[in-house]
């Protein structure tokens, strides 16, 4: 029995890196999941231990793997551009896994005045709370302005909560998710630039959306000094925010 549970516990650790990395890099997955029953992945979710005395539907290990999961998912469908009946009918089927992990979340609290020594946060709840919001934006994106606008807002809010003393205990790949949030942003000053009027019609949503975006990239030159690859990240941000500036 704990050999088989260890065995589970090792395969989904190798399923979020590969998820992560595909996230962070946009590689092909390692471990494909199709819809084939051939395909598909049947491992068990992570299951904690009798004495761990917690639901298993509120296992962390097992809401990091589904949070990951959903997010990847999530991203390929946002990127998909022929809106047919197979994407609506994929679409569907995540908005109703992302409505189950979240009613499965507990809340994260941001600073524990309990801990001693960094991080001040917990670290996996916040991995797990950004990935579902990202999730969010990607699946409403074009479909619900306001629950994309209060997902944005959310990660947000997270980010604000971390000390720098936090950055180093992050998952590194968390730049990659402040990254769709960065492109969401700079939608809406995209947005607000081409619409009636113009800039100057729109001047304080681009404001807070310029603000939002210097935040963004600012944690992710704060994660660089740990995970280089967010400064990468940052670059590639900057980088558009220049273009859609001219």
């Given at each position: ?33 199709g819809d084939s029953n051939h395909a598909r992945i049947k491992t068990p979710w992570p299951m904690p231990l009798p004495q761990d005395n917690v639901e298993p539907s509120k ?13 990847e998912r999530s991203g390929r469908l946002s990127s998909n551009a022929i809106k047919d009946d197979d994407y609506w ?158």
């Amino acid at each position: 029995m704990e050999e088989t549970r260890n065995r589970i516990s090792a395969f989904w650790q190798v399923f979020i890196v590969d998820r992560c990395w595909t996230i962070a890099n946009g590689l092909p997955l390692a471990l494909p999941d199709g819809d084939s029953n051939h395909a598909r992945i049947k491992t068990p979710w992570p299951m904690p231990l009798p004495q761990d005395n917690v639901e298993p539907s509120k296992y962390i290990p097992a809401l990091r793997a589904k949070a990951v999961a959903l997010l990847e998912r999530s991203g390929r469908l946002s990127s998909n551009a022929i809106k047919d009946d197979d994407y609506w009918g994929q679409h569907s089927t995540a908005v109703i896994a992302l409505k189950r992990l979240s009613s499965s979340l507990p809340m994260f609290v941001g600073f524990e005045p309990w801990r001693i020594q960094a991080p001040f946060i917990d670290a996996d709840l916040f991995a797990i709370h950004t990935a579902a919001n990202v999730t969010v934006i990607h699946l409403y994106k074009d479909i619900n302005e306001e629950e994309t606008t209060k997902a944005m807002r959310t990660v947000l809010s997270l980010i604000r909560q971390l000390s720098d003393a936090d950055y180093e205990f992050l998952d590194p790949t968390l730049s990659a998710a402040w990254t769709c949030v960065a492109k969401a942003y700079m939608r809406t000053i995209s947005l607000a630039a081409e619409a009636p009027g113009g800039p100057a019609a729109y001047s304080n949503v681009i404001a807070v959306a310029e603000g939002e975006l210097d935040v963004i990239c600012n944690a992710m030159r704060v994660m660089s000094a740990f995970f280089p690859i967010a400064g990468e990240h940052a670059k590639k941000v900057e980088q558009e925010r220049q273009r859609i500036r001219r």
